[in-house]
């Protein structure tokens, strides 16, 4: 079902928006956030989208937005936690 809202060829990061979320993910660390709020706030945003667009949410949108926020979190969790170890603060 994913791949019929993606396509296959949609389940990447484009590389140029490497940089961007990982520098997204640097400034969160100043910001106090913590690694473990990126699933809070991927659950905020489908909810919210379930909440506010009601039946124009349907499954495959749902399971659209679910995939691209655990893409950006393998991206931004892990550069979130270097960029706390290397600032001496809570991950």
């Known amino acids: 079902m994913l791949d019929q809202a993606l396509g296959t060829e949609k389940t ?3 590389p140029q928006l490497l ?9 969160h660390v100043s910001y106090n956030v913590k690694a473990e709020h990126y699933g809070t706030v991927g659950l905020a945003l489908v909810t919210t989208l379930e909440r506010t667009l009601g039946s124009h949410v349907d499954a495959q949108t749902k399971a659209a937005w679910i ?4 893409l950006i ?10 960029q706390a170890q290397a600032m001496g603060v809570e991950v």
């Open 19 to 27: 940089p961007i979320l990982v520098d997204l993910a640097a400034r």
């Open 73 to 82: 979190c393998t991206v931004m969790i892990p550069a979130h936690v270097q």
């Open 67 to 70: 995939e691209l926020w655990s």
């Open 12 to 14: 990447a990061i484009d």
